[in-house]
């Protein structure tokens, strides 16, 4: 199920019910269109209700179940990505600290990269170890923007 945001339409795709991937437009690793299956909106209610909230500045933390499917390693990286707070960032040395690998800095950034649910998993809260803006499977553009919109300052301050 496709819906609008500020960020662009997200694709909202469900296994068994569940949430299990936001994709953005032009994002990268998106799957083809055709493996979405069909449109239903029967699972998205709630998804769509929160993400409203989130976009309106009324939602700092998801509440959502999700199915996620990744390697034991990027389930874990993706719960760390859950417990940074809104409006803040953290380095991928950091995530890899909080995991208790501190050499893992490399891998968590690619586990990050492989975030299925965008947005409601935050992966643009990471940044490099400089505090500058890092890959993101949305661009880079739209990293600023959601940082931006989550530190109630303008998109030009990162």
């Known amino acids: 199920m496709v819906v609008d945001s500020p960020y662009d339409a997200l694709t909202l795709v469900a296994v068994d019910g569940v949430l299990s991937?936001?994709?953005?437009?032009?994002?990268?690793?998106?799957?083809p269109e055709e493996s979405f299956g069909e449109p239903d909106p029967?699972?998205?209610?709630?998804?769509?209700?929160?993400?409203?909230?989130?976009?309106?500045?009324?939602?700092?933390?998801?509440?959502?179940?999700?199915?996620?499917?990744?390697?034991?390693f990027q389930l874990r990286v993706w719960e760390q990505l859950?417990?940074?707070?809104y409006g803040e960032t953290r380095t991928y040395g950091e995530?890899?600290?909080?995991?208790g690998n501190p050499a893992a800095s490399r891998a968590v950034g690619l586990a990050n990269g492989k975030n299925p649910v965008s947005i409601?998993?935050?992966?643009h809260r990471v940044i490099g170890a400089s505090g500058s803006l890092?890959?993101?499977?949305?661009?880079l553009g739209r990293k600023r923007r959601l940082l931006a919109f989550e530190s109630?300052?303008?998109d030009t301050l990162f």
């Open 120 to 123: 409601v998993v935050p992966c």
């Open 95 to 99: 995530l890899a600290e909080a995991l």
């Open 21 to 31: 991937r936001i994709h953005m437009t032009d994002q990268r690793h998106r799957p």
């Open 152 to 154: 109630g300052r303008s």
């Open 42 to 72: 029967r699972p998205f209610g709630e998804v769509i209700r929160q993400l409203d909230a989130y976009f309106a500045g009324a939602l700092t933390a998801f509440d959502l179940p999700l199915r996620l499917i990744g390697t034991p």
């Open 82 to 85: 859950c417990r940074i707070p």
């Open 134 to 139: 890092t890959g993101y499977g949305g661009g």
